[in-house]
C-alpha cells in the first residue's frame, strides 16, 4: 500500500459530460502529481500541486483542470469528454516541491470509460 | 526537453533468465533516474533509484547503475521469476522548464514464464 489513496476505482460516464476524480496524498506529503495512461500515448504528466500551489504543467487539455485544496487533497476535472479521455488516471505525491531525488508514490488509479 | 528513451517490449524470458533493459536519456543538468515497477491493475511502485554518477541502485535482485557517460541506466536482474512479470518504467526527474517534472519512458513489459 503506498498511502495514496484514488476515488474511484472506476469510473463509466458518456461524451460530453463531465467528471471529478480524487485524490489523497500520502500522509505528510506536499506534492500531487496527475498522470495519464493510455495503451497509445504511455505514461503522460498532466500537472504537479505543491502546497495548493500550481507547480508543473504538462500535456493537459484545457478541458482539464485540477486543484489541491488546504487539507492537500486533489481534484481532476475533466469536462466534454472525448472517446479519446479513456484512460487510467494516476495521482502521485511526493514529500517536497523539487523533485530531484524526491520518490513518488502512486495510488492505484482510476479507470475512466468514455463510452 | 528531457526525455527517456527504453527499450521496446514485450519481453518474454524464461524462469532464471539473465534480464536486460535498456533505458537512456536526454536532461538538463544532474538528472536524478529511476525504474519504476507496474504490476497488473496497481499503480507504479518505485523499484530503484540512483541520483548521481557511478551509482548504483539495487532492490530485489534489480541493479542499475547511473552512467553519465552513456547517459544510461539499463535494469538488470541476474535471474528472472514468474512474479517479476510486469511493466517496467524507466524515469527521471530534472529541472524542467516550467519547475521540477518527471519523465517516465513508455514501458517495458516483462513477461516470465516457468
Known amino acids: 500500500d503506498s498511502g495514496v489513496t484514488q476515488t474511484p476505482k472506476h469510473l463509466i460516464t458518456a461524451t460530453g459530460q463531465r467528471v471529478t476524480l480524487r485524490c489523497s496524498p500520502r500522509?505528510?506529503?506536499?506534492?500531487v502529481y496527475w498522470y495519464q495512461q493510455s495503451l497509445d500515448q504511455g505514461l503522460q504528466f498532466l500537472i504537479q500541486?505543491?502546497?495548493?500551489?500550481?507547480?508543473a504543467k504538462g500535456n493537459i487539455l484545457e478541458r482539464f483542470s485540477a486543484q489541491q485544496f488546504p487539507d492537500l487533497h486533489s481534484e481532476l476535472n475533466l469536462s466534454s469528454l472525448e472517446l479519446g479521455d479513456s484512460a487510467l488516471y494516476f495521482c502521485?505525491?511526493?514529500?517536497?516541491?523539487?523533485?530531484?531525488?524526491?520518490?513518488?508514490?502512486f495510488g492505484s488509479g482510476t479507470q475512466l470509460s468514455v463510452l | 526537453g528531457n526525455s527517456v528513451t527504453q527499450m521496446e517490449g514485450p519481453v518474454t524470458l524464461s524462469e532464471e533468465a539473465f534480464l536486460t533493459i535498456n533505458c537512456t536519456y536526454t536532461a538538463t543538468g544532474y538528472p536524478s533516474l529511476f525504474w519504476y515497477v507496474q504490476y497488473p491493475g496497481e499503480g507504479l511502485q518505485l523499484l530503484l533509484k540512483?541520483?548521481?554518477?557511478?551509482d548504483k541502485g539495487s532492490n530485489k535482485g534489480f541493479e542499475a547503475t547511473y552512467r553519465k557517460e552513456t547517459t544510461s541506466f539499463h535494469l538488470e536482474k541476474g535471474s528472472v521469476q514468474v512474479s517479476d512479470s510486469a511493466v517496467y518504467f524507466c524515469a527521471l526527474s530534472a529541472t524542467g522548464n516550467y519547475g521540477q517534472n518527471f519523465v517516465f519512458g513508455p514501458g517495458t513489459r516483462l513477461s516470465v514464464l516457468p
Open positions: 502521485a505525491s511526493s514529500v517536497g516541491g523539487s523533485g530531484v531525488g524526491e520518490k513518488l508514490f
Open positions: 540512483a541520483t548521481k554518477a557511478d
Open positions: 500522509s505528510g506529503d506536499l506534492s
Open positions: 500541486y505543491y502546497n495548493g500551489e500550481e507547480r
